[in-house]
């Protein structure tokens, strides 16, 4: 079974729209991180965020907010007035503390048109 | 922040050579790399872990014989395409940890052509 879920393949907006990013992870863990990733075309791995498990507060970041809720085992990016620098490839990821490992979602294009 | 590099960037080898690719984290001790693999539009898929100064724990179905990793320093840890071929084509990133695993800093990618 997938550990890290991210239904949404791509999304394309148009800029100054909102877009928010699903994530859905599963873990028997009580302790996890949780963690988002942009892939821009160049492909370098931009980290943007990590949450632990027994931190549920949302976190804001300028444009961006993270919505972190265990009751439904969700943590969703998103993004505010969208802007064209934001099209990439997002990755939501899940390490659980006893297993020494990241598992990535499969990734979600967004594409953001001027 | 903490920063690993990867070269080459790019590598483009003839089917049947081998390939190195080289992760050094620059301003920090790597006690754990990892490597990772990323085919065209999927995600990416941990190869393999490996602690300095011992053997590489693969993934299940990755080949070690095909790909040969050494993590020789605190520093330093490299991949060997042994006997490439066109289906080992992929973008190939590796990551850095001197503490937990959730302390991962990736490089920046190699993305591999097998002609």
């Known amino acids: 079974a997938q550990k890290v879920t991210q239904a949404q393949t791509e999304i394309s907006v148009v800029e100054k729209e909102d877009v928010t990013l699903d994530c859905v992870y599963e873990?028997?863990?009580?302790?996890?991180?949780l963690f988002w990733y942009k892939q821009p075309p160049s492909g370098e791995l931009v980290f943007l965020i990590r949450?632990?498990?027994?931190?549920?507060q949302n976190e804001i970041s300028g444009r961006y907010s993270w919505n972190f809720q265990k009751s439904t085992s969700s943590f969703n990016f998103t993004i505010t007035a969208s802007q064209v620098v934001d099209s990439a490839v997002y990755f939501c990821?899940?390490?659980?503390?006893?297993?020494?490992?990241?598992?990535f979602g499969s990734g979600t294009k967004l594409n953001v048109k001027p | 922040g903490a920063v690993v590099s990867q070269h080459p960037s790019r590598v483009i080898c003839k089917s049947g050579t081998s390939v190195k690719i080289e992760c050094r984290s620059l301003?920090?001790?790597?006690?754990?790399m990892f490597w990772y693999r990323q085919f065209p539009k999927k995600s990416l898929m941990l190869m393999a872990t490996?602690?300095?100064?011992?053997?590489?724990?693969?993934e299940q179905g990755v080949e070690k014989d095909k790909f040969l990793i050494n993590h020789a320093s605190l520093t330093l840890s490299t991949l060997t395409v042994t006997s490439a071929h066109p289906e080992d084509s992929s973008f190939y990133i590796c990551?850095?940890?001197?503490?937990?695993?959730?302390?991962?800093?990736f490089g920046p990618g190699t993305r591999l052509t097998v002609t």
């Open positions: 301003d920090f001790q790597a006690t754990t």
């Open positions: 490996s602690n300095e100064g011992s053997k590489a724990t693969y």
């Open positions: 949450r632990n498990s027994f931190d549920e």
């Open positions: 990821a899940l390490i659980e503390y006893n297993f020494n490992k990241f598992y």
């Open positions: 873990t028997r863990d009580t302790t996890y991180y």
């Open positions: 990551s850095a940890s001197e503490g937990g695993p959730y302390e991962q800093y």
